[in-house]
């Protein structure tokens, strides 16, 4: 049995929009797993929330909610951000990055697609911001330099489906506008290959033009993030390269996604495609809001009049 667990915690129309693209990955799924139990995870999940038996978690269960926000990412505060819900430890980083010339990006950790985020160029600013975003008896708020500039939106991710491979992808993320004039997450193009096999990841890096160091620092991530949890089916990492309002050069990851995500309807589609002798494969995936046409290949995860999110093969190796 394949089976979404639980409900996604998105508002409608998304959770119906979620509960749709998992009918599709699960149908693709079954194909590449036969009769193996999945939970397909719309977020992190505590052992409480495993509801079959012997099952692939595709997401990761924690030993609690919040350790699938991004604020995990933050917690060492070696990163160049910090997370917290304290008003002074707040204040103080604020202000010291408006000393070194930068606006604040203040994230709230549940959240994802650049929804409930806010640029601050004031202490002030930042608090009301965090009491906008309701997250005070929550969660922890992100808080890192603005970018200005954004050179590079990296994807680096991990699949485990136990007896039937690991994987691994490398890919480049996409933004678009959603139907509220948003700057949103648009897609990913992305190279999968089977875990380990260092050769196929170094064509895939080749051959989007990534920095290497980026990639590393997306791996390195996903292992701490790794060693956090109880069990990890398939996370993500995304890691940007830009520059602060100071001029600043930022390498760093910024979220990550313990779950079905994003990318995910690409990542299914080149795990089936790699069950022949391919070393990789590559894919994409897209999300089309209102759009005045239907995709004419690929297959359409999502397909309704306000967002379409189609997924395709676009090479194998």
Request: glycine fraction near 8%.
């Amino acid at each position: 049995m394949i089976k979404q667990y639980p409900e996604s915690p998105m508002p409608e129309p998304y959770a119906t929009y979620v509960k749709q693209r998992s009918e599709i990955i699960a149908h693709i799924l079954s194909g590449i797993v036969g009769d193996q139990n999945i939970q397909l995870c719309p977020r992190a999940v505590t052992s409480r929330e495993i509801v079959l038996d012997d099952a692939i978690i595709y997401g990761a269960n924690v030993e609690q909610i919040e350790d699938g926000y991004k604020s995990v990412l933050y917690r060492d505060e070696t990163n160049n951000g910090v997370s917290s819900i304290n008003d002074i430890k707040i204040a103080d980083y604020v202000q010291s990055q408006l000393s070194k010339g930068n606006r604040v990006r203040v994230k709230d950790a549940r959240e994802s697609d650049g929804a409930g985020q806010f640029t601050v160029d004031t202490v002030e600013d930042a608090i009301e911001a965090i009491d906008n975003l309701s997250v005070r008896q929550d969660a922890e708020v992100v808080l890192m330099p603005n970018l200005a500039r954004i050179y590079d939106r990296i994807s680096v991710g991990h699949i485990s489906l136990g007896a039937h491979r690991n994987y691994c992808y490398v890919g480049r993320e996409i933004t678009t506008t959603d139907n509220t004039g948003r700057e949103v997450y648009g897609g990913t193009d992305l190279g999968l290959y089977r875990a380990y096999d260092l050769e196929a990841r170094d064509r895939v890096i080749e051959s989007f033009d990534i920095d290497p160091e980026l990639v590393k620092i997306g791996e390195t991530t996903i292992q701490m993030y790794g060693a956090m949890c109880i069990k990890v089916g398939r996370v993500s990492i995304d890691v940007l390269n830009g520059k602060a309002d100071n001029g600043d050069n930022i390498r760093s990851a910024v979220d990550v996604t313990p779950r079905v995500g994003g990318a995910t309807p690409a990542e299914v589609l080149a795990i089936a495609a790699m069950r022949q002798a391919l070393t990789t494969c590559y894919a994409s995936s897209r999300l089309l809001y209102s759009p005045v046409s239907k995709p004419k290949s690929g297959i359409n995860f999502i397909d309704s009049p306000e967002l379409i999110i189609n997924a395709e093969i676009t090479g194998v190796q």
